[in-house]
């Protein structure tokens, strides 16, 4: 077993942000995050939005569409029963920008 008395030691200061792709995409299209159905789609470049797995949702599009991540895109609800529901393409630099 590892002695971790040996390790220096510092303090990490974490914060988890609420739906953090779903959020940094919601604000990128003047959204409020916390009112809007949206979820991040990852997908192959030029396929359409079913071939794909949901990366994050929206607290809202989590409450009222049921969505989770890692759902696959094809489980979608229909845009006829989800006619609010914006799906976007993700922006991992975008990502990585803001959690800096």
Not at 62 to 84: C, F, I, Q, T, W
Request: net charge positive; aromatic share 8%.
């Amino acid at each position: 077993m590892y002695d971790y008395k040996y390790e220096p030691h510092r303090i990490i200061f974490m914060i988890d942000n609420k739906s953090f792709f779903a959020s940094c995409e919601a604000l990128r299209l003047g959204l409020n995050p916390m009112t809007v159905c949206l979820a991040v789609i990852s997908r192959q470049e030029g396929s359409n939005w079913g071939s794909g797995l949901i990366m994050a949702a929206s607290p809202l599009a989590k409450k009222k569409y049921g969505l989770h991540n890692v759902m696959r895109a094809r489980d979608l609800p229909s845009k006829k029963e989800a006619p609010d529901l914006i799906l976007v393409d993700p922006h991992m630099n975008l990502y990585i920008k803001r959690s800096m």
